[in-house]
């Protein structure tokens, strides 16, 4: 099982990023995909997840309207567009795999416990 994320970098604040997560090694239609952020000193959290089973999504609230996640189930990919990106959001960008749909988790969304397989990150920094 592999998972490799890439697209990650420096932007100017304002800025956009496409984030991929590229999966291997188990059944990518039967996973949800989740994008999780940790910042220096700060826990892991959730910014997004996806069902590749049935296409719904889960968006943290700090980036609705701003990230779109999406996939390629014919690639194993997902993919993370992020627009109007802001101080706040630099961390580095990790996608991980699960057996639950994002939903199983309630509003608060998936959690970095729960996740099966997990990339290693790609690093986003936005300056100010």
């Known amino acids: 099982v592999q998972l490799v994320e890439s697209g990650g970098g420096l932007v100017q604040a304002g800025g956009s990023l496409r984030l991929t997560c590229a999966a291997s090694?188990?059944?990518?239609?039967?996973?949800?995909i989740s994008w999780f952020r940790q910042a220096p000193g700060k826990e892991r959290e959730v910014v997004s997840c996806?069902?590749?089973?049935?296409?719904?999504?889960y968006y943290a609230d700090s980036v609705k309207g701003r990230f779109t996640i999406s996939a390629d189930n014919a690639k194993d990919t997902t993919y993370l567009q992020m627009n109007s990106l802001k101080p706040e959001d630099a961390g580095v960008y990790f996608c991980?795999?699960?057996?639950?749909?994002?939903?199983?988790?309630?509003?608060?969304?998936?959690?970095?416990?729960?996740?099966?397989?997990w990339g290693k990150g790609t690093l986003v920094t936005v300056s100010s």
């Open positions: 991980a795999a699960d057996m639950l749909a994002c939903s199983d988790y309630g509003s608060s969304g998936p959690k970095a416990a729960g996740m099966d397989f």
């Open positions: 090694g188990f059944a990518f239609g039967d996973r949800a």
């Open positions: 996806m069902d590749n089973f049935d296409g719904s999504t």
